[in-house]
């Protein structure tokens, strides 16, 4: 299956400080990915649509001008906690959706999620 | 509008026993329907998949079928194993809608040796 690697895993950082976290999809294109917030005991909760080339589509409530988004090319988005503070702590989890018209197991619109990135504000 | 509800946990069960998590849905149209697994400590992996009415989605020995008068995707597994033990995301992706997934609150299951 098609591989989503984000990086760091794992990040601490001090309150008021940003951190970027990114997300690649390895071995295919991906003009859409979506950036997940997972808390603690919870299910995901979709933040926002990273669109290749264009701007993101938040989801309500989230802010946008704390949650930066760029997705500057088909195989990498960025999500940038700006300002962080300690309720920004959670597990942020990326997801991919191959490029529609490549051929095999894409044509259902698979959903393909990296690893995670656990981020500490302290 | 759309959504997934699936049984609470966490499930404790010992190795070998049958396994049922309860995932029923709302949508608009005919959506998609998923089951993911998330491994301590790792992100979301696929399980199994269907995209229509009576499709069965099979992997690893789970099970589900898309059961449209019910509006239901149980997952079943007829032996587990402790390998088994992690979180169980029940998912939608609805035709009219297409770009979003919508998942269940995820069910934690526990196999014990």
């Known amino acids: 299956g098609a591989v989503v690697s984000q990086h760091p895993s794992w990040v601490i950082c001090k309150s008021g400080t940003s951190v970027k976290i990114e997300c690649r999809s390895l071995?295919?294109?991906?003009?859409?990915m979506f950036w997940y917030r997972q808390f603690p005991k919870q299910s995901l909760m979709l933040m926002a649509t990273s669109n290749e080339g264009s701007k993101a589509t938040y989801e309500q409530g989230v802010e946008k001008d704390k949650f930066l988004i760029n997705h500057a090319s088909l195989t990498l988005s960025t999500l940038t906690v700006t300002s962080a503070h300690p309720e920004d702590s959670s597990f942020y989890i990326c997801?991919?959706?191959?490029?529609?018209?490549?051929?095999?197991?894409?044509?259902?619109?698979?959903?393909?999620f990296g690893e995670g990135s656990r981020l500490t504000v302290l | 509008g759309n959504s997934v509800t699936q049984m609470e946990g966490p499930v404790t069960l010992s190795e070998e026993a049958f396994l049922t998590i309860n995932c029923t849905y709302t949508?608009?149209?005919?959506?998609?329907l998923f089951w993911y697994v998330q491994y301590p400590g790792e992100g979301l992996q696929l399980l199994l998949k269907?995209?229509?009415?009576?499709d069965k989605g099979s992997n690893k020995g789970f099970e589900a079928t898309y059961r449209k008068e019910t509006t239901s995707f149980h997952l079943e597994k007829g032996s587990v194993q402790v390998s088994d033990s992690a979180v169980y995301f029940c998912?939608?992706?609805?035709?009219?809608?297409?770009?979003?997934?919508?998942f269940g609150s995820g069910t934690k299951l526990n196999v014990k040796p």
């Open positions: 269907a995209t229509k009415a009576d």
């Open positions: 998912a939608l992706r609805s035709r009219g809608n297409f770009n979003k997934f919508y």
């Open positions: 949508a608009t149209g005919y959506p998609s």
């Open positions: 997801s991919a959706e191959p490029r529609a018209g490549l051929a095999g197991g894409f044509r259902t619109g698979e959903l393909f």
């Open positions: 071995d295919f294109q991906a003009t859409t």
